[in-house]
């Protein structure tokens, strides 16, 4: 990666797992790819459009801003930690949103299922 901003060299680095002023190995190269591109920004565009999205505030990995939300507590308070203890601000957010997995019922799943099978 190049760039001559001393915060963008720090974020590459921290994702990557570089210590020091070392050049990148290929192994650090393909840990930056795979933290950075694909888990925090393919995984998050991806869960914003069928899951839900915590709030419209550029987030780079923090717990607090442009993270996805599944709308199911234990699942999004294991993420990124107790949702009911956030400020009004952030609960009220109009970006804020809960898509597919609130939705899902799973009593109709299983009876067209069974349907399906039997």
Not at 19 to 26: I, L, R, S, V
Request: some cysteine.
């Amino acid at each position: 990666m190049y760039s001559a901003q001393e915060s963008h060299i720090g974020a590459y680095k921290e994702w990557a797992g570089i210590k020091g002023d070392q050049k990148p190995t290929f192994a650090q190269n393909l840990k930056f790819f795979w933290n950075y591109q694909v888990i925090h920004m393919y995984w998050r565009y991806f869960m914003w459009n069928f899951a839900g999205r915590q709030n419209d505030i550029q987030g780079h990995g923090g717990i607090l801003k442009g993270n996805w939300i599944s709308g199911i507590k234990g699942i999004d308070e294991m993420r990124l930690g107790p949702q009911d203890q956030l400020a009004n601000g952030m609960k009220d957010n109009k970006a804020r949103n809960t898509f597919l997995f609130p939705s899902i019922d799973f009593r109709y799943c299983r009876n067209d299922l069974a349907l399906q099978t039997g």
